[in-house]
């Protein structure tokens, strides 16, 4: 009988460079390589378009290498699950039902998965939390009936429907809101994961068995159409007879999840989440700060919460909620967009914000963000924004498709500009009215007509190459005479007669303009003695 794989993971496995292996930004060469073929065979087989001067790819390179990722970077077995995830997404028409599900619908959805606790590892990745104990036969059974009354229809079952628009949020809400926080480790690789707390404790074997379809659905689906946005599970309290069960549990998942699965003891519990995640983001109930349990809504950490404007109590409860995505403003910003329906209306409502310097101090470094957008969204249809206040993003698959572009030249800070106007020297006062003489307007001479040079001379540009030499002409200064504008002189081009064609001059002597020294009420002494002594007798 196989055993479980009880214990926490190495230590390595919770620094960032561990993670970054096969990630945007962090390839080897053969990775890159990889990517290239795969854009090719996809492009040339119509799923996928490459970016150009009018439209962005349609799906971002942290998709696609997902993909690859999964298929350990051969192109072909990748693009094999790419091609099926595109039909698959066509069949179900994913992003209509993203943005039709009903809200009701989409919260009972969440109350039977991972939820979110609105906090990160260390290494920026969102953590989730998945309380079975609470999933008894008769929640399980209400949920069941409630997915069958469904409008929502498909080729899939309804149950798998409201479950696709759970990882659709992920992928188009949480993982971008992740990605952009500024602060974070390795900001040049999109959040493209998740950390899963799983809570087992007096979950009964009868419980296990009943929840076994349920628990397989959402790990076929994460393997076939969502690849490699899981990082870890860690499973908590799990009853005694676990190691008996394990053999026949680990089949409801493929291998490359089972790999990813740690099984703590209660003594290992909270040395390992704290070797991932602040103390201040692991749920009380495990050891840390978080007062968080599953049917509570996110609540988010410190450095989320600063970089968000949400506009209300209700707008928030919606953001954490309901079907969210992002778009983007017309100033760099981030809009999220609470989508899905009310009582059979649709609904659309932008209900908070991400600050435009979050965004620009996230994407200075980062090029790829996990947003996606709404083809038919727009601008207008925002219930509590301007017109001009967001832009829709187009189109874009997969989970990565749009790409913030960072604002070069940020407007300089308010407190070091008044400060350097603090320390600088008051402005002379205005002279009376009385000495103040106005300016005489200057007027350029006219210039002279092709018919009234005279023709122009040979010079020494070599055989054959003439050039144009303007005749001196007079200017009329501000307060002062008139000067002569020298013409050009000439140059030694021997150097250049040599190669047959004319150069550069070397020099071009200009004499300085005469003009008049404006007369002032200062006297400054001469430094020459005999100077110095004329002036002393004069004085």
């Known amino acids: 009988m196989a055993e479980p794989p009880t214990g926490p993971p190495p230590p390595s496995a919770s620094s960032e460079q561990s993670r970054l292996k096969g990630h945007l930004g962090h390839l080897t060469r053969q990775e890159e390589a990889a990517l290239v073929d795969f854009k090719k065979l996809t492009a040339d087989r119509g799923l996928y378009r490459p970016e150009s001067n009018t439209q962005r790819a349609s799906h971002e390179d942290g998709t696609l290498i997902r993909y690859l990722r999964a298929r350990k970077f051969v192109p072909q077995d990748a693009f094999v699950q790419f091609r099926d995830t595109e039909k698959w997404r066509q069949d179900n028409n994913l992003d209509a039902l993203y943005e039709k599900i009903d809200?009701?619908?989409?919260?009972?959805?969440?109350?039977?998965?991972?939820?979110?606790?609105?906090?990160?590892?260390?290494?920026?990745?969102?953590?989730?939390?998945?309380?079975?104990?609470?999933?008894?036969?008769?929640?399980?059974?209400?949920?069941?009936?409630?997915?069958?009354?469904?409008?929502?229809?498909?080729?899939?079952?309804?149950?798998?429907?409201?479950?696709?628009?759970?990882?659709?949020?992920?992928?188009?809400?949480?993982?971008?809101?992740?990605?952009?926080?500024?602060?974070?480790?390795?900001?040049?690789?999109?959040?493209?994961?998740?950390?899963?707390?799983?809570?087992?404790?007096?979950?009964?074997?009868?419980?296990?068995?009943?929840?076994?379809?349920?628990?397989?659905?959402?790990?076929?689906?994460?393997?076939?159409?969502?690849?490699?946005?899981?990082?870890?599970?860690?499973?908590?309290?799990?009853?005694?007879?676990?190691?008996?069960?394990?053999?026949?549990?680990?089949?409801?998942?493929?291998?490359?999840?089972?790999?990813?699965?740690?099984?703590?003891?209660?003594?290992?519990?909270?040395?390992?989440?704290?070797?991932?995640?602040?103390?201040?983001?692991?749920?009380?109930?495990?050891?840390?700060?978080?007062?968080?349990?599953?049917?509570?809504?996110?609540?988010?950490?410190?450095?989320?919460?600063?970089?968000?404007?949400?506009?209300?109590?209700?707008?928030?409860?919606?953001?954490?909620?309901?079907?969210?995505?992002?778009?983007?403003?017309?100033?760099?910003?981030?809009?999220?967009?609470?989508?899905?329906?009310?009582?059979g209306a649709p609904h659309q409502e932008s209900v908070a914000t991400m600050s435009q310097l979050a965004v620009r101090t996230a994407t200075s470094s980062s090029a790829f963000h996990s947003q996606r957008s709404h083809p038919n969204f727009s601008a207008t249809q925002l219930s509590s924004q301007p017109a001009s206040a967001t832009q829709s993003r187009p189109p874009s698959k997969g989970g990565f498709p749009s790409q913030i572009q960072p604002q070069m030249q940020p407007p300089p800070p308010q407190p070091v500009q008044a400060s350097l106007q603090q320390h600088q020297p008051p402005p002379p006062p205005p002279p009376p009215p009385s000495q103040v003489q106005p300016l005489q307007q200057f007027e350029p001479p006219p210039m002279q007509s092709s018919q009234q040079l005279p023709p122009p001379p040979i010079g020494q540009y070599g055989a054959g190459h003439q050039a144009a030499v303007a005749p001196a002409k007079e200017s009329v200064l501000p307060n002062g005479p008139a000067v002569q504008d020298p013409p050009l002189s000439s140059f030694d081009g021997a150097s250049e007669q040599q190669n047959g064609r004319a150069g550069p001059p070397k020099s071009i002597d200009i004499p300085p303009p005469q003009l008049q020294r404006a007369e002032t009420q200062y006297l400054t002494p001469p430094t020459e003695p005999s100077e110095l002594k004329k002036f002393q007798q004069q004085s």
């Not at 998945?130 to 008769?138: A, C, R």
């Not at 990605?179 to 974070?184: I, K, L, M």
């Not at 991932?276 to 968080?292: A, C, T």
């Open 103 to 343: 809200i009701q619908d989409y919260q009972e959805a969440r109350s039977v998965y991972p939820q979110w606790t609105g906090r990160r590892d260390k290494r920026g990745i969102p953590v989730y939390l998945y309380e079975v104990g609470k999933l008894d036969s008769k929640k399980m059974i209400a949920y069941s009936q409630a997915t069958s009354k469904s409008k929502i229809k498909g080729p899939s079952p309804s149950r798998m429907l409201r479950l696709f628009a759970l990882y659709e949020n992920l992928t188009r809400f949480v993982m971008p809101l992740c990605s952009a926080v500024p602060g974070r480790p390795n900001p040049e690789s999109p959040v493209d994961q998740s950390n899963n707390i799983v809570d087992i404790s007096k979950v009964g074997l009868k419980q296990f068995w009943n929840l076994r379809s349920h628990m397989q659905d959402a790990s076929q689906l994460a393997t076939a159409h969502y690849p490699e946005t899981l990082d870890r599970i860690f499973i908590i309290g799990a009853p005694s007879f676990f190691p008996t069960v394990w053999g026949w549990i680990k089949k409801w998942f493929d291998p490359i999840t089972t790999s990813k699965i740690f099984i703590l003891s209660q003594e290992q519990v909270k040395p390992t989440l704290s070797a991932f995640m602040d103390i201040s983001s692991i749920p009380k109930k495990y050891g840390g700060e978080l007062d968080f349990e599953c049917g509570m809504m996110p609540s988010l950490d410190p450095d989320l919460r600063r970089c968000l404007e949400i506009k209300d109590a209700r707008l928030e409860e919606l953001f954490l909620t309901g079907p969210t995505r992002w778009v983007d403003g017309d100033e760099g910003e981030m809009i999220a967009l609470s989508v899905g329906s009310m009582d």
